[in-house]
Protein backbone atom coordinates (compact mmCIF):
# COMPACT_ATOMS: atom_id res chain seq x y z
CA UNK A 1 0.00 0.00 0.00
CA UNK A 2 1.15 3.49 -0.84
CA UNK A 3 0.65 6.55 1.73
CA UNK A 4 0.38 10.56 0.70
CA UNK A 5 0.37 12.54 4.00
CA UNK A 6 -1.18 16.27 3.41
CA UNK A 7 -2.29 19.48 5.11
CA UNK A 8 0.70 20.56 6.75
CA UNK A 9 1.52 23.97 7.08
CA UNK A 10 2.33 26.99 9.09
CA UNK A 11 0.34 27.65 11.74
CA UNK A 12 0.42 30.05 15.03
CA UNK A 13 0.25 28.53 18.71
CA UNK A 14 -3.55 27.81 19.37
CA UNK A 15 -4.22 27.11 15.74
CA UNK A 16 -5.65 24.38 14.35
CA UNK A 17 -4.54 21.72 11.09
CA UNK A 18 -5.90 18.73 9.52
CA UNK A 19 -3.29 15.87 8.28
CA UNK A 20 -4.82 13.64 5.83
CA UNK A 21 -3.54 10.40 4.60
CA UNK A 22 -5.04 9.10 1.35
CA UNK A 23 -3.80 5.16 1.17
CA UNK A 24 -3.88 3.12 -2.27
CA UNK A 25 -5.21 -0.53 -2.48
CA UNK A 26 -8.16 -1.86 -2.00
CA UNK A 27 -7.58 -3.39 1.95
CA UNK A 28 -7.31 -0.17 3.91
CA UNK A 29 -10.00 -1.03 5.95
CA UNK A 30 -8.16 -3.89 7.06
CA UNK A 31 -5.11 -1.90 8.57
CA UNK A 32 -4.63 0.09 11.72
CA UNK A 33 -3.95 3.37 10.93
CA UNK A 34 -1.02 5.74 13.10
CA UNK A 35 0.32 9.26 12.87
CA UNK A 36 3.74 9.78 14.06
CA UNK A 37 6.04 13.03 14.34
CA UNK A 38 9.85 13.18 14.25
CA UNK A 39 11.09 17.18 15.41
CA UNK A 40 14.77 17.90 14.51
CA UNK A 41 17.26 15.91 16.24
CA UNK A 42 14.66 14.01 17.75
CA UNK A 43 13.52 10.40 17.49
CA UNK A 44 10.37 9.51 15.44
CA UNK A 45 7.28 9.10 18.20
CA UNK A 46 4.03 7.77 18.45
CA UNK A 47 1.08 10.28 18.37
CA UNK A 48 -2.12 8.43 17.67
CA UNK A 49 -3.36 5.19 16.54
CA UNK A 50 -7.11 4.09 14.85
CA UNK A 51 -7.54 0.35 14.80
CA UNK A 52 -9.81 -1.23 12.92
CA UNK A 53 -11.86 -2.50 16.00
CA UNK A 54 -12.99 1.59 16.04
CA UNK A 55 -10.62 1.79 19.08
CA UNK A 56 -8.37 4.83 19.03
CA UNK A 57 -5.28 5.44 21.01
CA UNK A 58 -3.44 8.40 21.86
CA UNK A 59 0.10 9.86 22.80
CA UNK A 60 -0.84 11.37 26.50
CA UNK A 61 0.86 14.80 24.99
CA UNK A 62 -2.30 15.58 22.47
CA UNK A 63 -5.27 13.62 24.36
CA UNK A 64 -8.09 16.58 24.07
CA UNK A 65 -6.34 18.37 21.39
CA UNK A 66 -6.28 15.58 18.76
CA UNK A 67 -8.50 13.87 17.33
CA UNK A 68 -7.82 10.50 14.87
CA UNK A 69 -10.53 9.75 12.05
CA UNK A 70 -11.32 7.58 9.11
CA UNK A 71 -12.83 6.90 5.90
CA UNK A 72 -12.72 4.14 4.42
CA UNK A 73 -14.60 4.59 1.73
CA UNK A 74 -12.13 6.85 1.16
CA UNK A 75 -9.36 5.21 1.86
CA UNK A 76 -8.01 8.05 3.59
CA UNK A 77 -6.78 8.44 7.54
CA UNK A 78 -7.54 12.23 9.21
CA UNK A 79 -5.62 13.75 12.08
CA UNK A 80 -7.48 16.64 13.35
CA UNK A 81 -4.80 19.12 15.55
CA UNK A 82 -6.42 21.83 17.55
CA UNK A 83 -4.68 24.30 20.44
CA UNK A 84 -1.44 23.84 18.60
CA UNK A 85 1.92 24.89 20.64
CA UNK A 86 5.18 25.36 19.42
CA UNK A 87 5.87 21.90 20.96
CA UNK A 88 4.33 20.13 18.39
CA UNK A 89 6.57 21.75 15.33
CA UNK A 90 7.63 18.35 13.06
CA UNK A 91 7.50 16.21 10.47
CA UNK A 92 4.21 14.67 10.52
CA UNK A 93 4.27 10.91 9.18
CA UNK A 94 0.81 8.55 8.52
CA UNK A 95 1.28 4.63 8.67
CA UNK A 96 -0.39 2.08 8.19
CA UNK A 97 -0.09 -1.63 10.14
CA UNK A 98 -1.44 -4.70 8.54
CA UNK A 99 -3.49 -7.46 10.24
CA UNK A 100 -2.09 -9.59 12.45
CA UNK A 101 -1.80 -6.76 15.03
CA UNK A 102 0.79 -7.22 18.05
CA UNK A 103 -0.39 -4.88 20.31
CA UNK A 104 2.72 -2.37 20.10
CA UNK A 105 0.88 0.05 18.48
CA UNK A 106 3.41 2.99 19.68
CA UNK A 107 6.28 1.27 18.36
CA UNK A 108 7.61 2.22 15.29
CA UNK A 109 8.35 -1.31 14.06
CA UNK A 110 4.70 -2.00 14.26
CA UNK A 111 4.35 -0.01 10.96
CA UNK A 112 5.29 -1.94 7.13
CA UNK A 113 3.91 1.34 5.33
CA UNK A 114 4.76 5.07 5.56
CA UNK A 115 3.71 8.21 4.15
CA UNK A 116 6.37 10.89 3.33
CA UNK A 117 5.40 12.95 5.47
CA UNK A 118 4.12 16.66 5.99
CA UNK A 119 5.68 19.27 8.16
CA UNK A 120 3.72 21.28 10.61
CA UNK A 121 5.70 24.37 12.06
CA UNK A 122 3.74 25.88 14.96
CA UNK A 123 4.93 29.74 15.84
CA UNK A 124 4.73 31.17 19.29
Known amino acids: VQLQASGGGLVQAGGSLRLSCAAS????????MGWFRQAPGKEREFVAVFRTSGIRYYADFVKGRFTISRDNAKNTAYLQMNSLKPEDTAVYYCAADPPPYSGSYSRVAEYDYWGQGTQVTVSS
Open 25 to 32: GSTFSSYA
